[in-house]
């Protein structure tokens, strides 16, 4: 492939990106410093993107594991190399955090985010965020106990009607013949 070649090939999608990035810088010019806070606010209390704690540290594993079994012989830098260099790329957390304040600024009004704000720092909300997970895996629990016995049931009602149906329709089976008097 030419370097002509290749440099047209990225020109669609990279006027794409330009034209999807002008749109949305535009549109985040419409959410007021104020309602950006408020969603920063909510995303936080809400625990957004405590999920995505592990990302880092779990590319930094992959990219030694990847990089010393190519050459064993450098473990001790490549370890180093990427422990420092994945410290250094932690301060983009708040990259992802800004992102996510976005999304919620762009979906909620602020006085909805400073309600949403207010319930998840109440203590229920904190509750909530705690428990929550603990109740989720009982309900779908509970909703498996409940669609197998739903299931038995069904098949069941369903095989005693058809059953049922079946003998109605069948054809008289022919009388055994009498015995014979002794």
Do not use: C
């Not at 809400?46 to 064993?72: N, S, Y």
């Not at 800004?98 to 319930?119: C, D, H, K, P, Q």
């Amino acid at each position: 492939m030419t370097r002509a070649t290749g440099l047209r090939r990225l020109i669609a999608p990279l006027s794409i990106a330009i034209m999807l990035g002008g749109g949305l810088s535009a549109y985040a010019q419409d959410v007021t410093p104020s309602h950006l806070a408020a969603a920063r606010a909510a995303v936080t209390a809400i625990r957004t993107t405590d999920q995505f704690d592990a990302i880092l540290p779990q590319v930094a594993q992959q990219l030694k594991a990847e990089l010393i079994q190519k050459d064993p012989n450098l473990e001790s830098i490549i370890s180093s190399t990427v422990d420092e260099q994945a410290l250094a790329l932690a301060a983009r957390r708040g990259d992802l955090e800004n992102e996510a304040a976005r999304a919620y600024a762009v979906s909620f009004t602020e006085e909805e985010l400073n309600a949403i704000t207010g319930f998840y720092t109440s203590p229920a909300g904190k509750k909530l965020l705690s428990e929550g997970p603990i109740v989720t895996r009982e309900v779908l629990k509970a909703a498996g106990i409940w669609e197998r016995g739903i299931a038995r049931d069904l098949a069941q009602a369903v095989a005693e009607k058809v059953v049922a149906a079946a003998a109605a329709t069948a054809p008289a089976a022919p009388e055994a013949p009498a015995a014979p008097k002794p």
